[in-house]
Nanobody, 125 residues
């Protein structure tokens, strides 16, 4: 179905910023939405943000609203997540994902068809 490759993770101090990227290649479908999820250590994977690939409609988890910004470059088939004012609670493995399912509940990871391998974000306090 294609490949998603995340980059941009790393170690940052609380209050700092990181910009994650997700490069899509070989997708056999045009995404309905592409999003970011994260899995903190010892916890379940959770929704972070998602964007409609054609219309640009965005949704955010309450925990990141006002601090994170999702965007995409359709020409480059790349998804971004600008993360500002990072907190220790943001420490997690961040995954990008794509769904082809028109009308799906896009905050649910169960509705995403293709996943990246993840990139680690560690925020030190």
């Amino acid at each position: 179905q294609g490949q998603l490759v995340e980059s941009g993770g790393g170690l940052v101090q609380a209050g700092g910023s990181l910009n994650l990227s997700c490069a899509a290649s070989g997708l056999t479908f045009s995404p309905y939405f592409m999003g970011w999820f994260r899995q903190p250590p010892g916890k379940e994977r959770e929704f972070v943000s998602t964007i409609g690939w054609m219309r640009g409609t965005t949704y955010y988890a309450d925990s990141v609203k006002g601090r994170f910004t999702i965007s995409r470059d359709n020409a480059e088939n790349t998804l971004y997540l600008q993360m500002n004012s990072l907190k220790s609670d943001d420490t997690a493995t961040y995954y990008c994902a794509a769904t082809r399912q028109v009308g799906a509940i896009v905050r649910s990871d169960k509705n995403y068809d293709v996943w990246g391998q993840g990139t680690q974000v560690t925020v030190s306090s």
